[in-house]
């Protein structure tokens, strides 16, 4: 048994929206917070880690990320930078399926010690859930050999991984498009359910990839097969589909630059997170003004996650994330800290992390700060201290902060 002190200790409300702070110490055993309380009883005989006035907060849960893929789009952000645009790039041949070359020609070997890596920074940046997604192989024998790898590398590492079939993320070139449909709903999706290779299944339904009876039929199998959902949509241009797969039981609709009030309002009525993806959102020059609008309107809380990939966004630390969202879309700090711990532990249909409550994992980071105003504020400089995974501190560096 170990305990935790911290003068800040910070926990997301239960509604999505805002924080608690309290000062005390975090009792934990084994993997979970067992109590939090106002001092120690005089018996208590474990660990105790003094933070002194240094935030506590739970751990980062990172949704949306497509961290498995071989190559860059480095020249093709470049493109983008100067004015070209996604879609011209996609429908010129780059985008997604370039990096669907890159990734098949890359061995297991290859994509498992890139994933290694990417966990690995993620976890040093407080991140000790993240959501991975196939969709750069595009074939069923690929994305399968994706998912394993998802599977195998996520078995040992420190952050707790979960896999979602992406294989309906571009069209294959080489395919016809309703025969590679029909392959995922007859032969991919029964296969990979029987394999216990995802945990989640997802259709990029927009301009450039899946049309929304494209995507509905795909979900409607998913569904039968017994997986969770979750979207990509509204990111180019406006569907429907956040409102038609609400209707299917999503757990997540993410993305939602182009969203509607009508969508927002029946993914509330189903209980379908949103989920905003800044850095996309910031390197696609596009704008989530209206979208924040019309979420703080309907009063529905989010989730935010990296979206972590080769194209639209690749950044890759939650915190580069955080200074987007506050510098950019103006996203206030009650919103910020709920959505990249409780809101993102319910996009991926956990309950079990993102607060610091008697009960809950006790995943929790210790950041260098005494003040979440520094967040955003920090531009560009990870404020976290360690992560503590339970009774293991599973990362830890010097204090290097210039401020306190
Ligand atoms: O979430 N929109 C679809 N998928 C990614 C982009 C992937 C890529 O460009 O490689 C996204 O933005
Ligand atoms: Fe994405």
């Known amino acids: 048994m170990i305990a935790i002190h911290s003068d800040h200790v910070v926990s997301p409300k239960d509604?999505?929206?805002?924080?608690?702070?309290?000062?005390?110490?975090?009792?934990?055993?084994?993997?979970?917070?067992?109590?939090?309380?106002?001092?120690?009883p005089d018996s208590f005989d474990g660990k105790v880690y003094d933070f002194g006035k240094s935030i506590i907060m739970p751990a980062i849960v990172e949704p949306h990320t497509h961290a498995i893929f071989g190559g860059d789009r480095a020249s093709e952000f470049h493109m983008r930078m100067q004015g070209a645009s996604y879609v011209e790039i996609a429908k010129a041949g780059?985008?997604?399926?370039?990096?669907?070359?890159?990734?098949?020609?890359?061995?297991?070997e290859e994509l498992a010690s890139l994933l290694k890596k990417r966990l690995d920074i993620f976890l040093k940046n407080g991140a000790l859930t993240?959501?991975?997604k196939s969709g750069y192989d595009l074939t069923h024998e690929g994305e399968i050999r994706l998912l394993k790898i998802i599977r195998n590398t996520g078995a040992w590492h420190d952050v707790d991984v979960y896999a979602t079939y992406l294989g309906a993320h571009a069209v294959p070139k080489d395919r016809d498009r309703n025969d590679y449909i029909e392959e995922i709903v007859g032969r991919t999706l029964p296969e990979i359910r029987e394999k216990e290779l995802a945990d989640f299944v997802d259709v990029f339904c927009d301009e450039?990839?899946?049309?929304?009876?494209?995507?509905?039929?795909?979900?409607?199998?998913?569904?039968?097969?017994?997986?969770?959902?979750?979207?990509?949509?509204?990111e180019l241009k406006h569907t429907g589909i956040s409102k038609e797969a609400a209707k299917l039981g999503a757990l997540s609709a993410d993305h939602l630059i182009k969203v509607e009030r009508e969508d927002l309002t029946v993914m509330k009525e189903h209980?379908?997170?949103?989920?905003?993806?800044?850095?996309?959102?910031?390197?696609?020059?596009?704008?989530?003004?209206r979208t924040l609008r019309l979420l703080d309107e309907i009063g529905?809380?989010?989730?935010?996650?990296?979206?972590?990939?080769?194209?639209?966004?690749?950044?890759?630390?939650?915190?580069?994330?955080?200074?987007i969202a506050i510098t950019r879309f103006g996203?206030?700090?009650?919103?910020?800290?709920p959505a990249i711990t409780i809101m993102a532990a319910r996009a991926l249909g956990l309950s079990d992390r993102g607060q610091v409550n008697a009960g809950k994992k006790a995943y929790l980071i210790a950041l260098e700060v005494d003040n979440l105003e520094y967040l955003g504020y920090l531009f560009g400089v990870s404020p976290v201290k360690a992560v503590f995974k339970g009774e293991h501190i599973v990362?830890?560096?010097?204090?290097?902060?210039?401020?306190?």
């Open 15 to 40: 509604s999505g929206i805002g924080y608690d702070i309290l000062s005390g110490y975090i009792v934990i055993e084994g993997e979970n917070i067992k109590d939090v309380l106002p001092s120690l």
């Open 94 to 108: 780059g985008g997604i399926l370039s990096t669907m070359s890159k990734t098949r020609q890359a061995s297991d």
């Open 130 to 132: 993240v959501e991975v």
């Open 208 to 234: 450039t990839a899946y049309n929304v009876s494209e995507a509905l039929k795909i979900f409607t199998r998913a569904k039968e097969l017994g997986f969770a959902i979750k979207v990509h949509a509204e």
């Open 271 to 289: 209980g379908t997170i949103p989920t905003l993806l800044p850095p996309t959102v910031y390197l696609l020059k596009e704008d989530l003004t």
């Open 300 to 323: 529905m809380p989010f989730a935010m996650a990296t979206d972590f990939n080769p194209g639209s966004s690749p950044v890759i630390s939650t915190w580069t994330m955080v200074d």
């Open 331 to 337: 996203i206030p700090l009650e919103r910020i800290i």
């Open 395 to 404: 990362y830890e560096h010097e204090d290097s902060n210039v401020w306190i």
